[in-house]
């Protein structure tokens, strides 16, 4: 069989995430395809999820990450893959719903969100402060 001929040695990806880096033996960690910008200057890492983010836009949206970026810019032993901190989080898979909303804004006045996005607007919004985010939670209850 000709090398042209030969079929691909991998099948193609149908997940939302990308394997991303082991920690040598341990479980390999997925990055996020929608949320993984190559020009993002954090890494949230929420179980074995990883997002890379922008500070800027978190810094911006939250009191609470804005003073965790300045804690981490003195600290000498934080964890920095690709040349980005790694910051960990035990949020779950609401950190998703919460980065989406960062990132994409508030929902148009027609638009309905599901029960799921908006118990993670009203607790990730409380736990980061994050009061635009809370409020318009509570608006649409």
Known sequence: MLAAE???????????????????????????KELWFEDGSVIIQVEL??????????????SIF?????LGE????????????????????EMRQFLLLLYDQKYGPDELPTFTQIAAMLRLGRKYDVETLYQEALRRL
Do not use: M, N, W
């Open 49 to 62: 999820t990883q997002f890379r983010v922008h500070k800027t836009i978190l810094a911006r949206s939250s």
């Open 66 to 70: 804005s003073h965790v970026f300045q």
């Open 74 to 93: 003195q600290s000498a032993s934080e964890v920095v893959v690709d040349g980005c901190p790694v910051v960990h989080v035990t949020d779950s898979v």
């Open 6 to 32: 030969q079929p691909p040695l991998k099948r193609p990806r149908t997940s939302d995430y990308s394997e991303g880096q082991s920690s040598g033996t341990g479980p390999r960690l997925l990055r996020s």
